[in-house]
């Protein structure tokens, strides 16, 4: 029997930080499906936003660019808390051990998209991995804290398990979650007085993304089965610059590149990006991937480039090595050649509704990370506000549940896991074809620019997958693929809901028919 003050799902840096603090006031378990390194958060480049040099930048202007980002549809004071909290944040990362690139002893502070001053703290172009490589040793280190890999929380403990009807906006209480440990196949109830929700972004839901395996959308699906509110799903940001070279799988190029100087070119070397958004290559993202998208739509080319041949070869090496080195082992040396780009999908903005302390709607529950919906967001996400989010809301997420603890007991009602009536089907190759196909349609009707017609024809798609992949649930033993699977369809679902019910255009969200109300650039 597994009983914990706090179950913490996910081991990126929203699930290690509220770890590694709430382990000062009671047990904590670390739920992961892969091993605990595997996360958004190790693939980090660009950085961490905040204001570390208040000669030339100010909280104000951190703020102004977040708001502006997000077409108008941030919660100011979120914002305003978050990134009033950004320095202190960044130097408890420093005194866990992490560090940051510096140039004359002081941090080294790069510049991306929408931002208007230099204010990203970073490790050269690989930020998550230094990040995550700390955080999992402290958290490992830590005598309070019990870590599960390869362990898949499959769905949240509430009154639904205690055999009640459960109504969305009803009150709602979270015992803890039902775990499928993968290698054995067997599901454990894990009970909590707090259960912690950090499980990620969803960036697998479309054919191309930069997101690693890992990016199915679990959280969000899971709270959503269980009813809580979620929010601002139609607001899902392209990445304008993946490495498009096929064996590459959607490989980043930092958007620090362009805050470097890189220089957005189309095939024939034409500088397109001021055709667009007078702040050319630092526009913020949405403007940026739709920009990208009317250059391959209009010309029928299959990539973009990105040109750092003019830049001293010495100081781009040492900015972007893990870029230099990946490049050059697809024989491209981005020294002497331009780098073939194409948009990619990236970031999930919406997500968990939370309170400002990451509370969801529901009672026990919290959701911090890539997979909450904050505030901070709003349309779109301001580059290198992710990681800054995802220590704040955990920080703040702690404390609330660490008050909590005190007066609450566990559950022992909550039944075993049943897996009565169910087989093991032979038919796997159901999923992986269905999961490709939900992707694709995904991909072709649900991308940067959307209409109407697409929106509804991919909601067809989506429920004839939906119908045939819970039959499939009800009668067959739960493996991962099988769970992730579902998961995503029900992202997908949220995705085209959201969507098909924003009448406007706004920030990430480009539809055809609504043109009149978007900011920046229309195609
Ligand atoms: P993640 O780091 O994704 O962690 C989620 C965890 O949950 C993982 O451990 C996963 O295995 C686990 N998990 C998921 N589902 C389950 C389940 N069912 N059961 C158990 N465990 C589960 N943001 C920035 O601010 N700056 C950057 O420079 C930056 N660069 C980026 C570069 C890339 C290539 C990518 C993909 C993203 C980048 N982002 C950046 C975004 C940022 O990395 C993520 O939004 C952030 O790391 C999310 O952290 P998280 O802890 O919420 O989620
Ligand atoms: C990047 O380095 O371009 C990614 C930054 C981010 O997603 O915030």
Not at 48 to 67: C, P, Q, R, W, Y
Not at 224 to 245: C, D, G, V
Not at 293 to 322: I, M
Not at 347 to 374: H, K, M, N, P, W
Request: charged share 25%.
């Amino acid at each position: 029997m597994y009983k914990f003050d706090f179950l913490v799902i996910g081991s990126g840096l929203a699930g290690l930080s509220f770890a590694l603090k709430a382990a000062k006031y009671g047990n904590v378990a670390v739920v992961t499906k892969n091993e605990i390194k595997e996360a958004n958060t190790r693939y980090a480049q660009g950085g961490i936003a905040g204001v570390m040099n208040i000669d030339s930048d100010s909280f104000e202007k951190h703020v102004e660019d977040t708001l502006e980002a997000g077409a108008g549809l941030c919660d100011r004071e979120a914002v305003e808390m978050m990134v009033r909290a950004a320095p202190e944040l960044i130097k408890e990362l420093i005194e866990y051990g992490v560090h940051f690139t510096e140039s004359n002893g002081k941090l080294d502070l790069g510049r991306e998209g929408g931002h208007s001053e230099h204010r990203i703290v970073h490790a050269a172009d690989a930020t998550g991995r230094e990040v995550e490589n700390v955080m999992v040793k402290k958290v490992r280190e830590h005598p309070n804290i019990e870590v599960f890999e390869h362990h898949f929380a499959m769905e949240l403990l509430t009154e639904h398990h205690l055999g009640k009807k459960v109504k969305y906006l009803n009150k709602i209480h979270c015992f803890g979650a039902y775990v499928l440990e993968s290698e054995t196949g067997k599901v454990h109830k894990m009970l909590a007085k707090t259960t912690i929700l950090a499980s990620g972004g969803a960036g697998q839901v479309y054919q191309y993304t930069t997101n690693p395996s890992i990016a199915t959308g679990d959280g969000i699906a899971m709270a959503y089965r269980a009813k809580a509110k979620i929010k601002n799903m139609e607001f899902i940001q392209f990445h304008p610059t993946s490495l498009n070279i096929e064996e590459a799988d959607s490989f980043l190029i930092s958007e620090a590149m362009r805050g470097f100087g890189a220089i957005l070119r189309n095939a024939d070397g034409e500088a397109f990006m001021e055709q667009y958004d007078d702040r050319k290559e630092l526009a913020p993202r949405d403007i940026v991937a739709r920009a990208i998208d009317d250059q391959l739509k209009k010309r029928g080319d299959k990539s973009v480039f990105l040109d750092v041949t003019h830049l001293d070869a010495d100081e781009v090496k040492a900015h972007f090595p893990n870029i230099y080195e990946k490049c050059l082992s697809f024989g491209l040396d981005i020294t002497q050649k331009w780098i073939p780009v194409v948009p990619a999908a990236h970031y999930v903005c919406g997500g968990i509704e939370t309170d400002y302390d990451g509370r969801t709607s529901i009672e026990q529950l919290f959701a911090c990370g890539e997979t909450a919906c904050t505030g901070v967001h709003g349309a779109n996400r301001l580059a290198s506000n992710s990681l800054l989010e995802a220590l704040f809301f955990a920080d703040k997420a702690v404390k609330k549940a660490a008050e909590l603890i005190a007066d609450l007991e566990f559950n022992e009602n909550v039944p075993e896991w049943d897996e009565s009536g169910t087989l093991n089907n032979s038919e796997w190759v159901l999923i992986s074809h269905n999961r490709e196909e939900l992707k694709r349609v995904m991909w072709d009707y649900v991308g940067i620019v959307r209409s109407d017609l697409r929106l509804e024809r991919a909601l067809r798609r989506q429920t004839f997958l939906y119908e045939e992949v819970e039959d499939f649930y009800s009668r067959t033993r739960v493996t991962v693929p099988l769970c992730e699977l579902r998961n995503l369809i029900s992202i997908a679902y949220l995705i085209i809901l959201s969507a098909m019910k924003r009448k406007e255009s706004c920030g990430l969200h480009y539809n055809v028919d609504y043109e009149e109300h978007a900011r920046g650039f229309n195609p």
